[in-house]
C-alpha cells in the first residue's frame, strides 16, 4: 500500500517562500512510471495542479520536472531519493497561496492520481 504525507509550516508570511515535503511510503519514488504531483486546493476554489516529477528509466525523461505555466516561475519540485521524499518550493507567497496543499501519483503521463496525501493546510499571513 503506497503511503503519501505531506509535512510543512501551516503559516507563511508573504512574500517568503513556501517548502512543502511529501514522504513516500510502500514504495520508491523513481519506480518506473511513477509521476508525482503537487496540487493544490485554494478557499472555494476547485483542485490546481502545479507541477510535477516523472520517473521513467528507459525514457530521457526520467527525473524531468514539469511546471504549471501559470506557476512556473515560483515553483521548483525536487526529489531526495535517500529519503523517498518530493519537495515543493513556492517562492514569493501572497495571501493567494492560502491552500490546501496535496501530493499525489499517477502511474505515467495522461493517468489518473492513484495515490493521494491527506493534504497540509498552508495559511499566508502576516
Known amino acids: 500500500q503506497v503511503q503519501l504525507q505531506e509535512s510543512g509550516p501551516g503559516l507563511v508570511k508573504p512574500s517568503q517562500t513556501l517548502s512543502l515535503t511529501c514522504t513516500v511510503s510502500?514504495?520508491?519514488?523513481?519506480?518506473?512510471?511513477?509521476?508525482w504531483s503537487w496540487i493544490r486546493q485554494s478557499p472555494g476554489k476547485g483542485l490546481e495542479w502545479m507541477g510535477a516529477i516523472y520517473y521513467s528509466s528507459m525514457s530521457s525523461y526520467h527525473g524531468s520536472s514539469y511546471y504549471s505555466p501559470s506557476l512556473k516561475s515560483q515553483t521548483s519540485i525536487s526529489t531526495d531519493t535517500s529519503k523517498n521524499q518530493i519537495t515543493l518550493q513556492l517562492s514569493s507567497v501572497t495571501s493567494e497561496d492560502t491552500a490546501v496543499y496535496y501530493c499525489?501519483?499517477?502511474?505515467?503521463?495522461?493517468?489518473?492520481?492513484?495515490?493521494w496525501g491527506q493534504g497540509t493546510q498552508v495559511t499566508v499571513s502576516s
Open positions: 499525489a501519483r499517477a502511474s505515467g503521463f495522461g493517468m489518473a492520481f492513484d495515490y
Open positions: 510502500g514504495d520508491s519514488i523513481t519506480t518506473d512510471y511513477s509521476y
